[in-house]
């Protein structure tokens, strides 16, 4: 099972943190995450949301 980002905002978020962690070894995925937050406009919720799916993402 696969959990799917709601929104295409935030499906576009999902897939620039995916490339920037993959391209840029050197950045967090908390701050990965911060700056998808103001680049695609999105809630707390949805920086909560992604730091999950990227957790769960890493352990499997």
């Keep these: 099972m696969s959990i799917q980002p709601e929104g295409e905002d935030l499906r576009k978020a999902t897939?620039?943190?995916?490339?920037?962690i993959r391209?840029?070894?050197n950045?967090?995925?908390?701050k990965a995450?911060?700056?998808a937050c103001?680049?695609?406009d999105l809630s707390p919720k949805d920086a909560e949301f992604m730091m999950r799916f990227f957790s769960e993402?890493?352990?499997g």
């Design 15 to 20: 897939k620039w943190i995916s490339d920037k």
């Design 23 to 25: 391209y840029e070894p």
């Design 27 to 30: 950045v967090s995925l908390a």
């Design 33 to 35: 995450i911060e700056e």
């Design 38 to 40: 103001v680049k695609f």
């Design 57 to 59: 993402k890493d352990k």
